[in-house]
């Protein structure tokens, strides 16, 4: 028994070892410049999970989901539809080196996507998917719609994938330590990290504001009235009657306060809209 206490104890010792070693791996980095709407924030990035490997990651899975939508016949079903969400798209994509130059070169796509569910997303890299729910139900204009795309472009901007991606594999190292020691191993990788991250788990308060923060600044050098994200979430929490509120309001603080944020956001970024909308 006293052997065996003995063994675990070093086990636990070793285990908590590794995972202070991880987390001391870990780098606070700036992903993207402040923009004219200031976000600061440090974020922490694990070096088990790099930049270029999550992109290759994500153009992967990217791809094989529009092939089965392709297969199932809703990919791109309306051309016009396809045909405006791309121009708005390719607006904001203009605009993107405002906050990191080199997303300028990423290999941006953008598809249309058949849905009854009110959602957009963009994966790491830029591979964006807007679904027919959403534009059938919220019916945005096309600056309500420049506010949802700009939004999740700056989720990958600001690599929130990546941020919470990092903090699952540590998580998952130290469960792995603690496999080792009880006798129940874990494993994980990183496509279903991504996935899991991706689709599952919701994005923190504090990334969904940066989001917000960055897609009206990105709407408004893009020749969009900022002030339009304000409208587009009003008429997203309202969506059926707020019994069940869509996806992507399910980490936001209260209406009142995200209310009062995007317009301080927008009034800040109005001056560019205004002269975008000059030069245009």
């Known amino acids: 028994m006293h052997k065996k206490y003995l063994l675990l104890r070093r086990l636990s010792t070793a285990g908590v070892l590794s995972v202070v070693t991880v987390l001391a791996a870990c780098t606070a980095v700036q992903t993207t410049g ?4 200031g976000v600061e924030r440090k974020q922490y990035m694990s070096g088990m999970v790099s930049e ?9 899975q990217y791809s094989s989901l529009m092939s089965k ?6 990919l791109d079903q309306d051309a016009t539809q396809t045909a405006r969400v791309k121009k708005i798209a390719n607006r904001l ?10 997303a300028s070169s990423w290999k941006w796509e953008v598809h249309v996507l058949k849905s009854d569910d009110v959602n957009a997303w963009c994966m790491p890299g830029g591979k964006i998917a807007v679904y027919t729910g959403l534009i059938r139900q919220i019916k945005p204009t096309d600056a309500e719609l420049a506010a949802v795309i700009g939004h999740e472009m700056a ?12 903090q699952q594999m ?6 792995s330590v603690l496999g080792a020691v009880t006798g129940m191993p874990a494993t994980a990788d990183l496509g279903g990290a991504l996935s899991k991250v991706m689709f599952t788990l919701p994005n923190s308060r504090t990334a969904e504001a940066e989001a917000d923060r960055i897609g009206v600044e990105l709407a408004a050098r893009a ?14 929490g309202a969506l059926g009657g707020g019994s069940q509120q869509p996806e992507f309001l399910s980490t936001h603080p209260s209406a009142a306060s995200r209310t009062a944020d995007l317009t301080e956001a927008a009034n800040k970024v109005l001056p560019l809209y205004q002269q975008s909308a000059k030069a245009g």
Do not use: C
Not at 52 to 60: D, I, K, S, W
């Open 170 to 175: 540590t998580t998952n190292i130290g469960l």
């Open 69 to 74: 939508a392709k297969a199932q016949g809703a």
């Open 223 to 236: 020749g969009y009235d900022p002030r339009a994200a304000v409208t587009l979430w009003q008429k997203m």
């Open 155 to 166: 989720h990958a901007l600001r690599e929130h994938t990546r941020e919470q991606v990092s």
């Open 34 to 37: 402040s923009g004219a709407v």
């Open 93 to 102: 994509i203009q605009q993107v080196g405002t906050f990191r130059p080199d």
């Open 52 to 60: 270029a490997a999550l992109q290759q990651e994500a153009a992967q």
